[in-house]
Nanobody, 123 residues
Framework: VQLQASGGGLVQAGGSLRLSCAAS????????RGWFRQAPGKEREFVAA????????YYANSAKGRFTISRDNAKNTVYLQMNSLEPEDTAVYYC?????????????????WGQGTLVTVSS
């Protein structure tokens, strides 16, 4: 499975971005999908996850109410809609896939990782 994240960029505080993560190599319709981020000098942290069907989602406290994760299994793609962005959201965002199928917040539960896309929020 190869994951390709896209959609990052430079945005002003209060703005929005939508990240996409397309999977290839095989279908990921039975996999859970997640987003993580890593700011300079910090460890990678969980942002959001969605289960295999899209019926269950889980968010980090920092993302609740501002970010929405969704998936389109027909397109083998997961999305992260980010609204009300803050400078603290600046990071490289990574998408991941977990064969467990259930929402997972630990990096150790994910089997496949994308290359990351940079999000920069200016104040």
């Amino acid at each position: 499975v190869q994951l390709q994240a896209s959609g990052g960029g430079l945005v002003q505080a209060g703005g929005s971005l939508r990240l996409s993560c397309a999977a290839s190599g095989r279908t990921c319709s039975n996999y859970a999908r997640g987003w993580f981020r890593q700011a300079p000098g910090k460890e990678r942290e969980f942002v959001a996850a969605v289960n295999w069907s899209g019926g269950s989602t889980y968010y980090a406290n920092s993302a609740k109410g501002r970010f929405t994760i969704s998936r389109d299994n027909a397109k083998n793609t997961v999305y992260l809609q980010m609204n009300s962005l803050e400078p603290e959201d600046t990071a490289v965002y990574y998408c991941a896939a977990s064969i467990t199928g259930w929402v997972e917040s630990s990096t150790s539960k994910y089997n496949y990782w994308g290359q990351g896309t940079l999000v920069t929020v200016s104040s």
